[in-house]
């Protein structure tokens, strides 16, 4: 009997505990960092897709993964986020399913999408889309290799930079494609050092692109090195290492020029290999440093859930039930209040102009893709 009573009495106590500690959670919310809060769904489930702020305000949504492990399951569908009123409407169909793809905003408005994966493969071609007509058009040329997990970023001469990704076997690519906006044509320029996805590469000040981590192989042979091309020769020249390997990590450029590489993984054990370390680079001095502050959440899938804030700060939401944001002044990372219920992976993080951010979709731990949508209020 009196054994009974222990088990009830420990019984009771979990709980308890239980429920302080939810609520210490709250509690060690920074509210002066921020709350997120939910809006309405999007139109569709989304994950591994992208979401691009245009130049009136509005958010281009593409593509993703609609269903859990369905690479059959991808998506050509398109939405408009509509910060005024909060709703998602329709936009115009994409000529082929994509997800694991790239879309950047070109100097002209229009927005080209490169790349990514479908059932039929990993994917070559790319497409333009203009936002006037609401059509989509092909480009001349296709990439030199299949794509999926690959970087596409705009050049300060409107050139677009796509490099690396996965090709749909066990490697990753080489090869250095340029987007010409001027004969809209696709055509390969150069060769990586190092063959990579999963990495990050973000546009320096001066012009040149720092390429950083990503793997050789699915999931496998996991990088710490880094390159950076330079835009005005067409060169690449290898820089300084990471004190970590990481893939699948974020990359968001600060105000004073240095780029915050955030989390990732050492892939070894997958979701278990996660990393809440994060690494600052000086482009004056081409060194990388650890960051002592650590993130509150291990994060991993998360190269579009960073963004930079009006502030300076950089705010970070895949891959946890909670924002976080980094303070670029102490470099400290703080929690907001307020939950996206659950940690999804491949979600989109985008800075509006009135400098809320859009939270939108991602897949959980059971790769169950959603549609729903938050949004984030820095103050």
Request: proline share 2%.
């Amino acid at each position: 009997m009196k054994g009974k009573y222990l088990i009830i009495i420990s019984a009771v106590l979990l709980i308890l505990i239980g429920y302080v500690w939810y609520h210490f959670q709250y509690f060690l919310q920074d509210k002066k960092y921020g709350s997120v809060s939910t809006i309405h769904t999007m139109l569709v489930k989304r994950s591994a897709h992208t979401a691009t702020l245009l130049n009136d305000g509005r958010i281009f949504l593409t593509g993703g993964i609609l269903k859990a492990e369905g690479i059959e399951e991808n998506n050509s569908s398109t939405e408009f986020y509509n910060p005024v009123h909060d709703t998602f409407y329709r936009g115009p169909e994409m000529n082929i399913k994509r997800a694991g793809h790239t879309a950047t905003l070109l100097s002209n408005g229009e927005v080209l999408i490169t790349g990514g994966f479908n059932n039929e493969g990993f994917l070559k071609s790319a497409e333009l889309v203009n936002l006037s007509s609401g059509k989509m058009e092909r480009v001349n040329g296709e990439l030199s290799e299949p794509r999926s997990a690959h970087t596409a970023n705009l050049l300060h001469d409107g050139r677009v930079v796509i490099l690396g990704g996965a090709n749909g076997g066990l490697k990753s690519n080489k090869y250095i494609d340029v987007y010409n906006p001027a004969t809209k044509s696709i055509s390969k320029i150069n060769s990586l050092l190092t063959a990579r996805t999963g990495h990050t590469a973000t546009l320096l000040n001066d012009g040149r692109l720092l390429i950083v981590g990503g793997s050789q192989n699915w999931r496998s042979d996991v990088l710490n090195t880094s390159e950076i091309f330079d835009p005005a020769t067409n060169t690449i020249y290898q820089t300084a290492k990471l004190h970590v390997i990481r893939n699948k990590h974020a990359a968001v450029k600060l105000r004073d020029g240095k780029v915050l590489i955030i989390a990732g993984s050492d892939e070894a054990e997958s979701i278990g290999g996660r990393y809440r370390t994060c690494e600052l680079f000086d482009p004056v001095t081409n060194t990388f440093r650890l960051v002592k502050n650590k993130l509150a959440d291990s994060r991993f899938k998360i190269s579009n859930a960073a963004d930079i804030l009006s502030n300076g700060n950089i705010i970070v939401a895949g891959d946890g039930k909670y924002a976080e944001v980094f303070d670029a002044q102490t470099q400290t990372f703080h929690t907001t209040s307020g939950s996206v219920q659950d940690a999804w992976m491949y979600s989109t993080v985008t800075t509006l102009k009135d400098d809320r951010v859009l939270i939108a979709g991602g897949y959980n731990g059971n790769m169950q893709p959603t549609n729903k949508a938050w949004v984030y209020k820095p103050k």
